[in-house]
């Protein structure tokens, strides 16, 4: 019994992705939001899991991708594509100069470029899958911190009283400017650390126990938007770190 443990805490990342895709779909980004960091939860738990009892193994290397495809690959897409739909720089669909029409659902062109998330998480999880460079630490940015980069960004848009941030993340040219940087940071042959301990030694870890203080200390105080700039301080850190050990 105990082998399929992960698998199901796979599989529960895999429900929670797919409902957060409905959810997104019709436009209510906080329960989208909730639902893919319950699906990442189980995303961090069930690796956790398969070492625990020992149990790991190729079906669940490969589970463990197809599902972080739909919560980590496909949720963001969408909510990137409803963000530029309706981002007030953007022309109305109604004044569009182009405006697509399929199955009775009107978009313009430019909102496709959020779905290039999509196809990015994509290509990092199949290169994920069959690179053993990446047992210890990451290369390229990791599909559930684009996810949470994404998912913070229409909450804060919602909830910070800060009207410049809302207006930043209302322009479409942020916006792509986003999507073209997390599709190549996924993608780019840049190591990052990962967050697995093997121990807990202060001096092996530093870096880890650094990023960790400093990002709960950004999260007790800027809170929602604390969560984009966590993951810039992520890969600043990691490229810091990487520049201290080659030299």
Not at 83 to 109: C, G, K, Q
Request: aromatic share 10%; glycine share 6%; proline share 4%.
């Amino acid at each position: 019994m105990k082998k399929h443990i992960p698998n199901l805490l796979t599989l529960g990342n895999l429900f929670c992705g797919t409902v957060a895709t409905i959810y997104a779909v019709q436009g209510n980004f906080e329960i989208a939001g909730i639902l893919v960091l319950l699906g990442i939860f189980f995303d961090f738990f069930d690796g956790f899991a398969a070492r625990i009892l020992n149990v790991s193994g190729e079906l669940g290397k490969q589970l463990d991708s197809l599902a972080d495809m739909v919560t980590s690959g496909v949720v963001p897409g969408i909510i990137m594509f409803k963000l530029l739909a309706t981002s007030p720089n953007l022309d109305t669909l109604e004044n569009a100069p182009i405006v697509m029409n399929w199955m009775h659902f009107n978009f313009a062109p430019i909102q496709l470029l959020g779905l290039l998330l999509t196809l990015g998480a994509c290509y990092r999880l199949a290169k994920f899958n069959i690179d053993t460079k990446q047992s210890e630490s990451f290369i390229g940015l990791p599909t559930p911190a684009m996810s949470l980069f994404i998912i913070s960004l229409p909450l804060i848009q919602e909830y910070s009283t800060i009207e410049s941030i809302q207006n930043l993340i209302s322009n479409h040219y942020f916006l792509i400017l986003v999507i073209l940087l997390l599709t190549y940071l996924m993608n780019a042959e840049l190591p990052l650390f990962s967050l697995k301990f093997k121990e807990y030694s202060l001096k092996n870890n530093a870096i880890k126990y650094i990023f960790i203080l400093i990002s709960l200390v950004m999260l007790l105080t800027l809170q929602l938007v604390s969560i984009p700039l966590i993951i810039i301080f992520y890969v600043c850190l990691s490229v810091v770190s990487n520049r201290r050990r080659t030299t």
